[in-house]
Each structure stands twice: as C-alpha cells, then as structure tokens.
C-alpha cells in the first residue's frame, strides 16, 4: 500500500540518485524473506518510493545516468580493443625482425 501522492520506482541505482539530487525516499519493501534454519524474517527492499512531483525529474535524472554509463562503457571498451590491436602488431614486429636477424 501506497500514501496517497507517491510512486514506486524498481529501477536499479534510484536510492543513491535520489541522495544526491537530494530528493526525500524511503526504500520500498515488497516483502520478507524467511531463512528456516535460523527462523529469521529479512524485509526484500526493492526500488524506492518518492512523491509523485519528483517521478519525472528522478526518472530523467536516470535515464541520463545511464546513457552516461553507457558511454564510458563505450569508451573502455574501445580503448581496450585499441591496446589489444597494438599489443598484437608489436609482438608482430618483434617475431618479424627475430626472424630476419636469426633465419
């Protein structure tokens, strides 16, 4: 159950998004899980609950920190290709010039 004026957002990273925009959550409990060996009970805290003034600007703040993600992902995964390709054509060069100085 909801109060009345706020949402339930799921999406992964939204607690510390919302500290940092300073924006008022409370994390949402969907449920409990029950451990039967130790008989204890631990509440399931999935995704946040915010008043419905700050859904949009929360959710585009999120969008933004994913595409940002998504770039540096880019970014990594390009240089790493890049050095993998140079590591390659040194060992090349190196095999290369063994082979004219040695035959």
Not at 33 to 48: F, S
Not at 58 to 72: F, S, T, V, Y
């Amino acid at each position: 159950m909801l109060p009345y004026g706020t949402v339930y957002l799921k999406q992964q990273g939204l607690p510390r998004l919302a500290a940092k925009l300073k924006i008022d959550y409370a994390p949402a409990v969907t449920g409990f899980d029950c451990v039967k060996n130790h008989r204890i009970t631990r509440p399931i805290i999935e995704g946040v609950v915010v008043c419905e003034e700050y859904k949009d600007i929360l959710l585009d703040a999120w969008n933004e920190k994913q595409e940002i993600d998504r770039q540096k992902k880019a970014a990594d995964r390009k240089k790493r290709i890049y050095s993998n390709w140079k590591r390659l054509i040194k060992g090349l060069l190196i095999r290369r010039n063994l082979k004219i100085k040695y035959g």
